[in-house]
């Protein structure tokens, strides 16, 4: 099972970037994915996460600004964010609760992928 990350890069502030993650290998079934960051010197911190029926939960920070969207059906999670502040630089992790065939439900996450937003 992999989960892989695209579409970090830098942004100015104001702008918009989205994050993919797609889940691959042999995956029975998936439960909540998310999104979590971790900027230098700081812990890794939730920002926003997705059961597979459609709960969400968004940190405070990011609440009317980012938006989390799954498509099950391709296994795919993202991030559409918008209104970016500097303060949300950092490296941006997938994480799934994933069950493969053939295993037991375990934790994935993705390489991460880097988000900067200039001033």
């Known amino acids: 099972v992999q989960l892989v990350e695209s579409g970090g890069g830098l942004v100015q502030a104001g702008g918009s970037l989205r994050l993919s993650c797609a889940a691959s290998?042999?995956?029975?079934?998936?439960?909540?994915m998310g999104w979590y960051r971790q900027a230098p010197g700081k812990q890794r911190e939730l920002v926003a996460s997705?059961?597979?029926?459609?709960?969400?939960d968004y940190a405070e920070s990011v609440k009317g600004r980012f938006t989390i969207a799954r498509d099950n059906a391709k296994n795919t999670l993202y991030l559409h964010m918008n209104s970016l502040r500097p303060e949300d630089t950092a490296l941006y992790y997938c994480?799934?609760?994933?069950?493969?065939?053939?295993?037991?439900?375990?934790?994935?996450w993705g390489q991460g992928t880097q988000i900067t937003v200039s001033s």
């Open positions: 994480n799934a609760f994933i069950w493969p065939y053939g295993g037991t439900w375990s934790d994935y």
């Open positions: 997705m059961s597979s029926d459609g709960i969400t």
């Open positions: 290998g042999s995956i029975f079934r998936i439960s909540t």
